[in-house]
């Protein structure tokens, strides 16, 4: 992180990435930043950007964006209560029912309008996020200038093209090699696809197209961002610290050890990538000669907060939280209390452990707060 030249919230966006139920880490952070705030303070942020549970988040705070507290408190809320139930239908009757369903229809003849195969039903997140998110304010809070864009990025699983759906007044669409920004009014089906875990829960229809999480085919999650008009970047990520004195069993990886490690790529490994490739960017413009530099090349600042603490092991300390049929259906892949896959801390929305992330959450936003708020110009 370089020191600011141009202080203020013009340019300063925050990108949340996906995660599934770690995504509560991201609302402990973002608590210990707007307690920072005055009482009456907007989000310090003009474009907000988020993937899978990271957009759930994202369009959640572009709701309450013209009070941060108030933003915060929301979110809040709603991760320290959740249950299982509130995501995804979770009785053995619904579950196993639901996985026969899915076999039965994969013998259908011929491309049937059923629901794409899925582990999980997730209809109760659909009901939910319609209770609690106000989307009309989104707009509300464009056309008062709190909000520049808002921004969900969903996987086209027909063209393998990551696309971003923005909310803008200013911003132009755009088209690179396998992603776009295609401008729209951001509602209820954009999320359910961003988040839609591949396998895990069932793609969702836009326009004729079938769309699944956000975090697939997403090869630069900081480009829509910066499309929308950043020059600065905050990223909460849900990257777990690397257990470096750890013991490896030299056994072959069962199906959910593999997962795991696939989840793990998708959330994270990409936008790892990305920031070390906008370093590379950083370093080249900060060569070039005043004369060389143009608009489509420029610094961006960016400033990255990861968890402290591995999610593995604190899931394992909340596995018996999980509704019954849940376990019972991850022992049948290999999942137990303290195996190595890291499947249950993307599926375990119990609020012991989302209260646990948030607090971890809070309690590493406060160690970096003064970076952080030296990063977003607030001193």
Partial sequence: ????????????????????????????????????????????????????????NSVALGCW?????????????????????????????????????????????????????SLFNNAPLRQLLAEVLPMERIDRNIHRGVLDALAVTASNYSTGDSVTFYQSNEAKPWRRAKRQGVKARI??????????????????????QYYGDGSIHQMSPLSSAIHLGAERIFVIGVEQPKEEHRKYAPHYPGISHIAGHLLDSVFADTLHGDLERLERINRTVGLLSAKDKHRELKHIDTMVI???????????????????????????????????????????????????????????GLAQLEQLRAFLCLD
Wanted: charged share 15%; aromatic share 8%; hydrophobic share 40%.
């Fill in 187 to 208: 509602h209820l089906e954009h999320l359910m696809a961003s988040s839609a875990i591949p396998v895990v829960f069932p793609s969702v229809k836009i326009r004729h």
């Fill in 65 to 117: 964006a013209s009070c941060a507290h108030l933003a915060s408190r929301k979110l809040e809320q709603v991760w320290g209560q959740f249950h299982t139930s509130d995501v995804y239908r979770s009785d053995f009757a619904h579950v196993f029912g639901h996985l026969i369903k899915n076999i039965l229809s994969s013998f259908r003849s011929g491309h049937a309008n059923h629901a794409p195969a």
């Fill in 1 to 56: 992180m370089r020191k600011q030249t141009n202080c203020g919230r013009a340019g300063t966006a925050l990108l949340l990435s996906g995660g599934g139920a770690r995504a509560a880490y991201q609302v402990g952070v973002l608590k210990a930043l707007t307690q920072s705030l005055p009482r009456t303070a907007p989000l310090p942020f003009k474009v907000i950007t988020g993937t899978s549970a990271g957009a759930i």
């Fill in 306 to 364: 990861n968890p402290s603490h591995n999610f593995n092991a604190i899931s394992s300390e909340y596995y018996d939280d999980m509704p019954l049929a849940i376990r019972t259906l991850l022992r049948g892949i290999g999942v137990k209390r303290y195996s190595e896959s890291s499947l249950p801390s993307y599926l375990l929305f119990e609020r012991r452990y989302t209260q646990h992330l948030m607090e971890l959450g809070y309690q590493d």
